[in-house]
């Protein structure tokens, strides 16, 4: 039986309360742990007993959610009821979810990012649900007076079946409210689950299919105008002067005038992130208005900082990967002598220019400025952040500024960074108006916040017996140090070395999609294939002999190691056999490669063969252990979008620069994986464990350009050095 | 500015409007017809795709002055209750992540099917190609598509 505590020394994860209009509310903290060790209660935080959900039964029988989290697409608004109507015992379809709106004094964390959403609302997702239940029967007992143990739940109904009785939920939440949450509650078995695990359709798809206004770009508002901004062309450039006067008389533009979001003594937090301060901003009455008034504009703008190409980052990394770091990231062993003893010694670098997030719907707000209120709404990951930058910016008390989040067109880390809501505040406040801000796809994508540039250098020696014995990885990236120092191969090798470096860049740089992972994984797990073909190894099997290291005799302290070998040899066996990959005939393709990230594992094997020089993608075999799969359905489909996003981007994708300016503005010139490209089938394979959830949004992205370019090698007998693979000549470097 | 009488959904509906305006932003900003989405304004993403009588269009390069007679259906009007096959279709296959771009995957589908009701997969893929999906959701466009073709009734 698991058993789960609902307080700590006095501190309650759970507050209940009669709700408005009758029924049952139930608060309770999205951050609650499961049997803490007494070590951790000390440690506790006070903000994790901070309420920040609500379930609420009402005598209607209806339940709600009011859920703390936003969506972006990662399903997490399916998800969530799900884990309620599990513990609650109800049809999962009489639950609704509702977007909260921000109230930090009852929310914490407010922000999808991370892969961390199911993660953290698991165990209080259950706790409220199985608490709720647990109160309901108590109160049923009262009413029947009967033993509270002889009283089952099913779907929303109690029932004592010696005496034949039933009554709905809602009949009894109004009693339930008024008695006193329970020190614990039981769970139920993963084994005794029926909602949990089985597959459920998005309850957003009904409104996605029918075009309704779900988007912050959709808002429509009694008196609203539109706005856009105008910003610098080139990073290293600020504003001087505009013409803003002539391009008033154009029709339907209400003004024009530079703004700073960011004044003297503003205090910005770190999701203001690439936030431009000065700007041009084209307030209008339609967007179309708008658009024209941008191209009539003339802005000059004055040089402050360097202008920087790419070749001069290029240059730059290489030089960098030719400098010792001061202090090694990690250092077992001695890999000078052991390179210099090694039979076989090989080194190859890898590099990926910045990429845009390019998230389908780009970047927008709403804000409704007035002496007393603030209301700001939009697609935000962030919103307790961009409070605290509006409060700064406006001077005004937090609890005069309302922020609303509506659904996203994409996130990929992309709306962690919320200088786009200060923005439209600060266009707003000189209004007087309500406006909705609008990014053009021009605007979105020259803005900045990119995913850095990066450069990685690997060096590996073998034995005589093909057995890796040195490893050395020093790696670069723009505003980023690229490399994971405890990640495999780290804690398999005897000798091993890691370095970061870290190059200065005016172009801003942000998470996107698994920082950092999205690239060192393919490069990382292309150099492996490589070096078990130099040990004349199958590539699986090299890789599972250093797992079996790191099980049997790891190197350093095995809690360092930022792995568990078990669980990544177990992907990699999964997808071994489910691909047929030792029956492996000879006209096919295949590459493999896995990876760990965001407490997840992946290994995935494409199978391709070349279309003239693109290449076809028949099948991508993917095998993850994330623990309980809640909604089988939507965790494909996070796979899925995760490895053809992976795919495209290392294949297709890339965002230079010359003097500055971005070279690609738009979808013409930055090209996106499209229908055409994408593999034609994908089969995701789950291990079924009981490990409590872990991320899925992101880690099937990482590894999947390591599997491309190992396959693509197997297809063409060129190795993928330099992403974006179809348009970068290979060089070996 | 000029006016402009045009067919939308089966209504006829008159908007004032500077004759270059796209009817993409016809839509969205003057009949607040929102469900069709503005992903690139250069005719590369699809978002904003329409049927211009039974063809797939893409609204933001079709100014409101080249519209003419002919009908414009959007997402909104492709069937009262969200019931097209393409649309069930949709549903069945679970496609969307963020959503953004489904209008418009819709929209091109459901004008595709209805000039090839029996398509391939490379037709499929081809006739697709235009719209991007950044979510990636492409095999599940593709499945859903085939699916609504099988029904016979698209
Ligand atoms: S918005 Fe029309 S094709 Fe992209
Ligand atoms: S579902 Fe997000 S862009 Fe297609």
Known sequence: ?733 | MAKFNVNINGKQREIEVDPTTPMLWVLRDHLKLVGTKYGCGVAQCGACTVHLGDNAVRSCQLPISAVGDKEITTIEGLSEHGDHPVQKAWIEEDVYQCGYCQAGQIMNATAFLKSNPNPTEGEIEAAMHGNICRCGTYTRIKKAIQSAANSKIA
């Open chain 1, 1 to 733: 039986m698991t058993k789960i505590k609902t307080q700590y020394n006095r501190r309650s994860f759970l507050k209940v309360s009669t709700a408005a209009g009758g029924g049952m509310l139930l608060g309770f903290s999205w951050l609650a742990s499961c049997s803490p060790t007494p070590e951790q209660i000390r440690k506790m935080p006070d903000t994790w007993f901070d309420i920040n959900g609500f379930l609420k039964i009402g005598d209607n029988g209806l339940v709600t959610i009011m859920s703390p989290n936003p969506e972006i697409g990662q399903n997490v608004k399916t998800a969530m009821p799900m884990i309620i109507a599990e513990e609650l015992d109800i049809d999962w379809n009489e639950v609704l979810v509702e977007q909260a709106p921000l109230n930090t004094d009852i929310f914490t964390r407010q922000l999808a990012g991370g892969s961390q959403s199911i993660r953290q609302g698991w165990q209080s997702l259950r706790m409220a649900g199985a608490t709720a239940r647990h109160m309901l029967v108590m109160a049923a007992a009262k009413v029947w007076q009967v033993p509270h143990n002889e009283i089952t739940t099913a779907l929303g109904t109690l029932y004592h079946k010696a005496s034949d009785k039933s009554m709905g939920y809602g009949e009894v939440a109004g009693a339930a409210s008024k008695l006193t949450v329970p020190e614990e509650v039981v769970l139920k078995e993963p084994k005794d689950f029926n909602i949990i695990g089985s597959s459920r359709l998005n309850v957003d798809g009904p409104d996605i299919i029918q075009g309704k206004p779900l988007f912050g770009l959709d808002i429509q508002e009694e008196g609203m105008l539109t706005a856009m901004i105008v910003h610098p062309p080139a990073f290293g450039m600020k504003y001087k002067a505009a013409n803003t006067k002539e391009i008033l008389s154009m029709p339907g533009i209400r003004d024009a005038f530079p703004i700073n979001i960011y004044p003297e003594g503003a205090q910005k937090q770190w999701s203001d992130g690439g936030g431009i301060a000065e700007l041009v901003a084209i307030v209008g009455e339609t967007t179309w208005q708008c658009m024209q008034a941008k191209k009539a504009l003339k802005v000059e703008w004055e040089q402050v900082s360097t202008l920087e190409s790419s070749s001069d980052h290029e240059e730059a990394l290489t030089k960098l990967l030719n400098t010792p770091s001061k202090v090694a990231a990690r250092k077992d062993g001695n890999v000078n002598k052991a390179f210099a003893n090694a039979n076989k010694v090989i080194e190859r670098t890898y590099s990926a220019p910045f990429l845009a997030h390019n998230t389908m719907e780009p970047m927008n707000f709403f804000a409704n400025i007035t002496a007393e209120k603030a209301i700001l709404k939009g697609p935000i990951q962030t919103p307790e952040f961009l409070e605290k930058t509006i409060e700064s910016v406006l001077d005004m008390p937090i609890e005069h500024i309302d922020i609303q989040m509506t659904r996203m067109g994409g996130g990929f880390g992309r709306r962690l960074y919320g200088h786009f809501g200060v923005e439209a505040a600060v266009i707003s406040k000189k209004m007087q108006a309500p406006i909705k801000l609008v990014y053009s796809r021009e605007d979105d994508m020259t803005q900045g916040t990119y995913r850095p540039a990066y450069k990685v250098r690997y060096k590996a020696g073998l034995d005589a017996e093909g057995k890796l014995i040195a490893w050395h990885v020093i790696g670069a990236g723009t505003n980023d140090d690229l490399v994971f120092e405890n990640r495999f191969p780290a804690g398999a090798v005897d000798n091993y070395l890691a370095e970061k470096h870290r190059l200065e860049s005016n172009i801003t740089t942000g998470a996107w999609r698994a920082p950092r992972s999205n690239f060192i994984a393919g490069a990382e797990q292309s150099f492996i294939d490589e070096v078990a073909e130099l040990a004349g190894k199958d590539p699986i099997d090299f890789r599972l002999e250093l797992f079996d290291r790191a099980i049997n005799d790891p190197v350093g302290d095995p809690k360092t190691n930022d792995y568990d070998p078990k669980r990544f040899a177990g992907v990699l066996q999964l997808a071994r056999e489910k691909s047929g990959w030792s029956s492996n005939k000879t006209n096919r393709s295949l590459g493999v490669s896995a990876y760990y990230c965001h407490n997840s594992y992946v290994a995935e094997i494409i199978d391709l063969e070349m279309d003239g020089n693109m290449p076809k993608i028949n099948k991508v075999w993917c095998a993850v252990d994330c623990g309980i799969v809640i909604n089988p359905l939507s965790a494909r489909n996070q796979i899925e979008g995760g490895i053809i996003d992976g795919i495209g981007h290392a294949t297709y994708s890339a965002l230079s620069f010359e003097n500055g300016k971005p070279e690609q503005q738009n979808f013409d010139t930055y090209q996106l994986i499209r229908q055409k490209q994408a593999p034609k089938e994908i089969e995701t394979f789950f291990v079924d464990n009981g490990i409590d959830p872990t991320g899925l949004g992101e880690p099937s992205l990482p590894p999947i350009s390591g599997a491309l370019a190992n396959a693509l090698y197997k297809a063409t007998g060129t190795r993928y050095y330099r992403q974006p693979f179809i348009s970068e000549r290979q060089v070996i470097g």
